[in-house]
């Protein structure tokens, strides 16, 4: 067997991989058993980007399983929108129409995919930056459904994921974009942990060297920092506990960026901004967030 044979065996097992991760993924959750329209999306989508690679080499189709995943477990959507995020770039790439993917997989995974095509070409195009704000309002507003916006979010996640096999102009272009439009979006609809990730990625590509000296100076100290953040979340449990308030206590040291703002905000080092930690207690009801908030 000679080496493009092998390298393309090899391929379509690692593509057979990632799509049966996304499906065990979707069994775990509460959603609809609704295998069969998944596989039939995945095959399709499969075929019709076939032969075609990313920057980074790998075939295309492990963009749409990725942003499919990430749809499923980080964002929390069903079937429709696992599908539509499959497909969603079948209408702008290949030579597939809206109707087609009507015509097969029904009118609502065809107007979602059909909403995605048409952000991809206009609103998030060349004109982009001079109209941002404009166009984040609309956003808002122009999408018969939500679902269109919540999928757009998790592509951009996984392309500011693999931005490193981009061009540092395209880099910097991208960063920039994400920052002004995309992490601001997950933040009005909720979805605090992937506007931090966006946030964090965005420096990474925007600034490196900012980004890089922040990294390291925050890891020279991260075994004390979490060892006090540690002993913080011992601490509040241990009272909560006490004061018989069922909670849930977690910590974690606060992201880059965030960091970042304060220090340009501030106008201060790293070593001068006190409040890099933050701690969570989550509780049962509205008296005992009373409660906690007396305890501590």
């Given at each position: 067997?000679?080496?493009?044979?092998?390298?393309?065996?090899?391929?379509?097992?690692?593509?057979?991989?990632?799509?049966?991760?996304?499906?065990?993924?979707?069994?775990?959750?509460?959603h609809r058993?609704?295998?069969?329209?998944?596989?039939?999306?995945?095959?399709f989508?499969?075929?019709?980007?076939?032969?075609?690679?990313?920057?980074?080499?790998?075939?295309?189709?492990?963009?749409?399983?990725?942003?499919?995943?990430?749809?499923?477990?980080?964002?929390?959507?069903?079937?429709?929108?696992?599908?539509?995020?499959?497909?969603?770039?079948?209408?702008?790439?290949?030579?597939?129409?809206?109707?087609?993917?009507?015509?097969?997989?029904?009118?609502?995974?065809?107007q979602?995919?059909?909403?995605?095509?048409?952000?991809?070409?206009?609103?998030?195009?060349?004109?982009?930056?001079?109209?941002?704000?404009?166009?984040?309002?609309?956003?808002?507003?122009?999408?018969?459904?939500?679902?269109?916006?919540?999928?757009?979010?998790?592509?951009?996640?996984?392309?500011?994921r693999?931005?490193?096999?981009?061009?540092?102009?395209?880099?910097?272009?991208?960063?920039?974009?994400?920052?002004y439009?995309?992490?601001?979006?997950?933040?009005?609809?909720?979805?605090?942990?992937i506007?931090?990730?966006?946030?964090?990625?965005?420096?990474?590509?925007?600034?490196?060297?900012?980004?890089?000296?922040?990294?390291?100076?925050?890891?020279?100290?991260?075994?004390?920092?979490?060892?006090?953040?540690?002993?913080?979340?011992e601490?509040?449990?241990?009272?909560?506990?006490?004061?018989?308030?069922?909670?849930?206590?977690?910590?974690?040291?606060?992201?880059?960026?965030?960091?970042?703002k304060?220090?340009?905000?501030q106008?201060?080092?790293?070593?001068?901004?006190?409040?890099?930690?933050?701690?969570?207690?989550?509780?049962?009801?509205?008296?005992?967030?009373?409660?906690?908030?007396?305890?501590?």
């Amino acid at each position: 067997m000679d080496t493009e044979n092998q390298k393309e065996i090899a391929e379509e097992q690692m593509i057979e991989q990632a799509f049966q991760e996304l499906l065990n993924d979707y069994l775990a959750t509460k959603h609809r058993k609704r295998i069969e329209i998944i596989t039939k999306a995945f095959n399709f989508a499969n075929q019709a980007h076939k032969g075609i690679k990313r920057r980074s080499g790998e075939p295309y189709i492990m963009h749409p399983i990725a942003v499919a995943k990430i749809v499923c477990n980080e964002i929390g959507l069903g079937s429709t929108s696992i599908c539509a995020a499959l497909l969603h770039d079948v209408v702008e790439d290949t030579d597939y129409t809206v109707e087609d993917i009507e015509n097969i997989f029904g009118a609502k995974i065809a107007q979602i995919v059909d909403g995605l095509t048409k952000i991809s070409g206009g609103i998030f195009g060349d004109r982009a930056s001079a109209q941002a704000e404009n166009f984040k309002k609309l956003l808002l507003t122009m999408s018969d459904d939500i679902r269109v916006i919540l999928i757009k979010i998790a592509d951009r996640l996984h392309n500011m994921r693999t931005l490193g096999s981009m061009l540092p102009n395209k880099q910097y272009k991208i960063a920039g974009e994400t920052l002004y439009i995309y992490a601001p979006l997950a933040n009005r609809l909720g979805l605090y942990k992937i506007k931090t990730e966006l946030d964090d990625l965005a420096l990474k590509y925007s600034q490196p060297e900012v980004f890089y000296d922040l990294v390291n100076q925050i890891n020279a100290r991260k075994t004390e920092r979490e060892e006090f953040v540690e002993q913080i979340v011992e601490e509040v449990s241990t009272h909560m506990k006490n004061a018989n308030i069922k909670a849930e206590v977690n910590g974690r040291v606060k992201h880059f960026f965030s960091i970042y703002k304060k220090m340009v905000n501030q106008d201060k080092t790293v070593d001068q901004i006190y409040d890099l930690f933050a701690v969570r207690i989550i509780v049962e009801s509205v008296k005992d967030c009373y409660a906690a908030l007396g305890v501590i």
